[in-house]
């Protein structure tokens, strides 16, 4: 029975490998005690903003066997999408890394299918979902659990060989596999990310208030303005902040991604200011046609660009 719950383990991993994910690890599929109090503190904080679906399906969030019926393994994934070639630092109109390319919600998905394809194919009649940012599942958490790096003090997950520019994904399961065990937490004494926060996003190490959150502003807000008392703080970002990773030094470790589809548009880079104040709804639906900057939709992006002058 072990030797079989080992072997399909080696086999998850090695297809996950070949299809790109560069990390992979398991963890058994149970009720996420430790995190419980933290969650219900964090929306208690009101560290939600309005992201009101985050006061939805608090149990669901806590344990995936209410989300795969009979669950006993969740196989959390990274895939890298760290960019060969960056905006130039000093650069007036900034764009997260992971919005360059084509949305990752869809590049993921359909690895994972193929992954869980490969399980039925290899292993039999394996019952599971996949999950790519879409559902109640904490996946930073899980990858935690799953060996694949700690979450550090700006609540990123990070690889202690790679840094933190990467997707997670998961599959649930319903058959039972060998579990990795977690990592150390190497982050220390530094508060790197904490200090270089300018919206003082990072209330206490390890805790972020969302509401004040860069990345929540410019992304996860639909009000019509931005709120006044962040004027002046954007450092320039109109969708997303890479702030608090740009400034990990676990993150001199990260290396371009090998998945071309995350390359940005060849015009990208060489956007000037002007041309951003200056942005056509035509230019945007060609720099992002596939791209997860699509959420916050021309009149968003347009404001949040307005909100930089």
């Known amino acids: 029975m072990q030797h079989n719950i080992d ?81 130039d630092s000093t650069s007036e109109i900034k764009l997260s890394k992971y919005a360059y390319g084509e949305d990752y919600h869809f590049v993921i998905k359909d690895k994972l299918k193929d992954l869980y394809l490969f399980i ?3 292993i039999g009649e394996v019952g599971g979902r996949i999950f790519v940012d879409s559902a109640p599942v904490m996946d930073k958490v899980w990858a935690k659990k799953s060996g694949l790096g700690w979450i550090g003090k700006n609540s990123n997950l990070i690889h202690p060989k790679q840094g933190s520019f990467f997707f997670i994904a998961e599959l649930i399961l319903d058959i039972e596999l060998t579990s990795d065990g977690p ?13 270089a926060c300018p919206t003082e996003a990072i ?11 860069i990345s929540y502003l410019t992304i996860e807000l639909k009000e019509a303005i931005l709120p006044n008392e962040f004027k002046g703080k954007m450092e320039k970002w109109m969708f997303g902040c890479d702030i608090c990773q740009d400034v990990c030094p676990w993150n001199r470790f990260a290396t371009p991604t090998n998945e071309g589809v995350f390359s940005p548009h060849e015009k990208l880079l060489n956007m000037s200011k002007a041309d ?16 997860a900057v699509k959420r916050t939709k021309f009149s968003g992006l347009k404001r949040n660009i307005e909100f930089l002058k």
């Open 7 to 87: 072997r399909h383990t080696r086999l998850i991993k090695q297809k996950a490998k070949e299809l790109g994910f560069f990390f992979c690890g398991v963890s058994k599929a149970d009720f996420l005690k430790e995190e419980a109090f933290r969650l219900e503190s964090w929306l208690k904080n009101s560290y939600n903003g309005k992201m009101d679906y985050m006061n939805n399906h608090f149990d669901k969030r806590l344990d995936p066997r209410l989300l795969v019926d009979d669950a006993k393994s969740v196989v959390s994934l990274l895939l890298n999408y760290y960019p060969t070639t960056i905006q």
């Open 120 to 122: 039925q194919n290899e």
């Open 183 to 195: 990592i150390k937490d190497y982050c220390g004494t530094c508060t790197r990310c904490i200090d």
């Open 203 to 213: 209330v206490e190490p390890y805790v972020i208030d969302g509401s004040k959150c």
């Open 276 to 291: 951003w104040m200056d942005l056509t709804e035509d230019v945007f639906r060609e720099l992002f046609k596939n791209s």
